[in-house]
T-cell receptor
Framework: AQSVSQHNHHVILSEAASLELGCNYSYGGTVNLFWYVQYPGQHLQLLLKYFSGDPLVKGIKGFEAEFIKSKFSFNLRKPSVQWSDTAEYFCAVNLGTGGFKTIFGAGTRLFVKA | AAGVIQSPRHLIKEKRETATLKCYPIPRHDTVYWYQQGPGQDPQFLISFYEKMQSDKGSIPDRFSAQQFSDYHSELNMSSLELGDSALYFC????????????FGPGTRLTVT
């Protein structure tokens, strides 16, 4: 069965530290990849997405992610986190061209200390 | 810009009761998705509709049903509610003709007592 794995469930960083959140998926076909963020008490918001083309994608708020097809990975990075980045981050995979089903990872809860 | 609207935002029901959740997609979006997010869990895909037809099905219990109407809004009907149905129910919408970037609504928090 298809699945999405996020390696870190809880991450605690100090402001200005660098962030990398891992995401791996298990599906051999075409995928569309997303990172969503959920701030405390709010709904899911799209951070960035990868459909095709340049595997290094840039999103909002200084986030970027790199798609490495050979590793089935789509890791999220930010060079310098801020206190306002405290949130839960979900990696999501949409299966195949024209597929509707989207599978979410378990989420990584990031806490940034001021 | 208009966003996905869900109503009600909060709902409290007793066991064995029924509940109806509504979702109004972003204008011109023709695809609606429903997700269930339990406390501390990731969103679980329940069901999706494209152009008023069911397009995909996930882990939706048989006690639940959903449909998409001619104006593209969708309703999730939940019967014989159980305590374990307490969760945040998200609706998302997208344009169904390409890669599916989903825009999420604020969710309906259902509490079953």
């Amino acid at each position: 069965a298809q699945s999405v794995s996020q390696h870190n469930h809880h991450v605690i960083l100090s402001e200005a530290a660098s962030l990398e959140l891992g995401c791996n998926y298990s599906y051999g076909g075409t995928v569309n990849l997303f990172w969503y963020v959920q701030y405390p008490g709010q709904h899911l918001q799209l951070l960035l997405k990868y459909f095709s083309g340049d595997p290094l994608v840039k999103g909002i708020k200084g986030f970027e992610a790199e798609f490495i097809k050979s590793k089935f990975s789509f890791n999220l990075r930010k060079p310098s986190v801020q206190w306002s980045d405290t949130a839960e981050y979900f990696c999501a995979v949409n299966l195949g061209t024209g597929g509707f089903k989207t599978i979410f990872g378990a989420g990584t809860r990031l806490f940034v200390k001021a | 810009a208009a966003g996905v609207i869900q109503s009600p935002r909060h709902l409290i029901k007793e066991k064995r009761e029924t509940a109806t959740l509504k979702c109004y997609p972003i204008p011109r979006h023709d695809t609606v998705y429903w997700y269930q997010q339990g406390p501390g869990q990731d969103p679980q895909f329940l069901i999706s509709f494209y152009e008023k037809m069911q397009s995909d099905k996930g882990s939706i219990p048989d006690r639940f049903s959903a449909q998409q109407f001619s104006d593209y809004h969708s309703e999730l009907n939940m019967s014989s509610l159980e305590l374990g149905d307490s969760a945040l129910y998200f609706c998302a919408s997208s344009l169904g003709t390409g890669p599916h970037e989903q825009y999420f609504g604020p969710g309906t928090r259902l509490t079953v007592t």
